[in-house]
């Protein structure tokens, strides 16, 4: 599988922005997607999750202000991001994995595949 993430850019703080994952091959339907970020000097974190049956899980940072959906027909998974905060920049990651289960979707190492990530940078 492979992951072509997009939709970052440069906002104010209060903006939105939708990020888009695109995946290749022909069974999108059976995996499990994640969305992740990294900011300058720190750890990638989880952000939001969503199970090939559409569960959802959410990083408490951003509940209420982030979700997550998927699109099976376009192999696409996206990211609504409303009400951006400066403490939200980083360059977000999408992640693909078969095995993730719902006591490991919050965890990097639950994902088999990578994309390259996008910046969004919002200022304050």
């Known amino acids: 599988v492979q992951l072509q993430a997009s939709g970052g850019g440069l906002v104010q703080a209060g903006d939105s922005l939708r990020l888009s994952c695109t995946a290749s091959?022909?069974?999108?339907?059976?995996?499990?997607m994640g969305w992740f970020r990294q900011a300058p000097g720190k750890e990638r974190e989880f952000v939001a999750a969503?199970?090939?049956?559409?569960?959802?899980a959410y990083a408490d940072s951003v509940k209420g202000r982030f979700t997550i959906s998927r699109d099976n027909a376009k192999n696409t998974v996206d990211l609504q991001t409303n009400s951006l905060k400066s403490e939200d920049t980083a360059i977000y990651y999408c992640?693909?994995?078969?095995?993730?289960?719902?006591?490991?979707?919050?965890?990097?190492?639950?994902?088999?595949?990578w994309g390259q990530g996008t910046l969004v940078t919002v200022s304050s």
């Open positions: 969503i199970r090939y049956s559409r569960a959802t």
């Open positions: 091959g022909r069974t999108f339907r059976d995996y499990n």
């Open positions: 992640a693909a994995g078969q095995r993730v289960i719902t006591s490991t979707m919050r965890s990097p190492q639950a994902y088999d595949y």
